[in-house]
């Protein structure tokens, strides 16, 4: 069975960092490009930033550019998301799963919180 447990959240001041990680089973890990979504209260989960199955070819939407940098280690199955600089709109629950081009699993991780708040 398909599992993602995302780790790493929690309450930052505006302007800090945080470090996101995502253990991924139950998949071929390397085969598959990987993505971190976030949803955010009363929002539909959205996809802010992608990484290709060989970790070469990076996406970021255009609110996290220069902020967000996504990475991932296919020896341990992990995926990371490296926030900087963040925002009280960067507020949301995110969440790790496949990502384009093919479509994120029906198994989703409970997510892990990030709040921004002074």
């Known amino acids: 069975q398909v599992q993602f447990v995302e780790s790493g959240g929690g309450l930052v001041q505006p302007g800090g960092s945080l470090r996101l990680s995502c253990a991924a089973s139950g998949i071929i890990f390397r085969l598959f490009a990987m993505g971190w979504y976030r949803q955010a209260p009363g929002k539909q989960r959205e996809l802010v930033a992608t990484i290709s199955n060989g970790g070469t070819t990076t996406n970021y939407v255009d609110f996290v550019k220069g902020r967000f940098t996504i990475s991932r280690d296919n020896a341990k199955n992990t995926v990371y998301l490296q926030m900087n600089s963040l925002k009280p709109e960067d507020t949301a629950v995110y969440y790790c799963?496949?990502?384009?081009?093919?479509?994120?699993?029906?198994?989703w991780g409970q997510g892990t919180q990030v709040t921004v708040s002074s």
């Open positions: 799963n496949v990502g384009p081009p093919s479509p994120p699993s029906s198994y």
